[in-house]
């Protein structure tokens, strides 16, 4: 190499270094705008405010649901290019009156026990149910014991969520089997109900629903399976220690009414460069019917929402196309992340990122990421950009359930992670509603997510990835 070609690397190297750095600044600019932007001036909070304590509760095939549905395309409207409806069918359950159970011991006590028809579930006879009752870990236990000790009777599932799991999520995934499958595993054996623990690590009276199934049950085998609170788990725990042919009542008259139309909500800003490439965020917009879903999903609804909200309010102009896709039936059927899907496919369209948030509303941490590990690359080289707002996680794993089925697409999903130790607080139960949720949280995980999807517009897909 000569001088003269020495000093021309070296000035290309250093404009290269002086490019990059300037380009960094102009990020960390943008980022700080967006935060202030979620921060002062957004509408995440009045909307969740609309959709808890207007709207309510949104089961799938619920009035409240076409409620949902019905808002949230209207506001929609307001801050996107086009928004529109994707119809896909749901199921539609209705838990009917209050259900009720109580502990009966042996000298005719009862002792009530506050509780809650699983998602799914099939009625009690009209007058009730009233069994003995037999306590398991889990669905193994039930081989252990044979169909001998579980005929007749009914079966309560009081494995608790872990506590010594940091990541919450897990300590769920370690025990929600007993919820969803349990029944249909204890009808295997000739049991005539199910209680489960619920699925809460903190002692408290809120029992928590969450989707059944009965699998491939024939139909003249289902049982009524509920939820009892953790600390009723605990009071029925120590009555069997005391008697052992402890019975139990349960009366609950929910009904499943087969499927309905309804629909996912979508909302988009065309990209000026890239049209045809896709940035999806999304939430789930059913919900349970204990609560208002404020956590459960309405927070992500309302943060995806706010994306949008956002680039139209900083007059940014994307390059890419920004979606956001308000997906029914997360909770008891993922229909519509399946329809999104599906639709997608067969337009095949090339989507860039999908983003998902369905953690609760707290404090955002970061995020979890579905991608190969050059792709995280190119996402680690964004951490400084995050750390001024103390968004320090990102992991490979647990993106979301909606954002799933897009794997296909070549999308890098990923799930926003908010601080999850008080989210099974509230997590399918009564109060899940609009006051457990922080606005200025709410904000901090809008901005997050709107910073990632800003990332992304901007750079695309590490450039080895690219289709
Ligand atoms: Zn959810």
Redesign the pocket.
Known sequence: MNKFTLLVVMLMCFAFAKAQKSTIVQDSTILRTIYNQNLTNSKSYEWLDHLSNNIGGRLSGSPQAQMAVEYTLNELKKVTDTAYLQSVMVPKWTRGTSELAYIQTADGTQMKVNVCALGGSIATPANGLSAQIVEVEGIDDLEKLGKDKINGKIVFYNRPMEATKIQTFDAYGGCVDQRYSGAAAAAEYGAVGVVVRSMNLRMDDFPHTGAMSYGDLAMEKYIPAAAISTNDAEKLHGELEKQTDLKFFLKQDCENHGEVESFNVIGEIKGAEFPDEVIVVGG?LDSWDLGDGSH??GAGVVQSMQVLETIKSLNYKPKRTIRAVLFMN??NGLRGANAYAAAAAQKDQKHILALES?AGGFTPRGFGFDTTPTQMQQINSWQPLFKPYLIHYFEIGGSGADVGPLKDTGAVLAGLRPDSQRYFDYHHASNDTFDAVNKRELELGAATMSSLVYLFDKYGQSKKLKK
């Open positions: 789930h459960d999903d997360e909770e369905d």
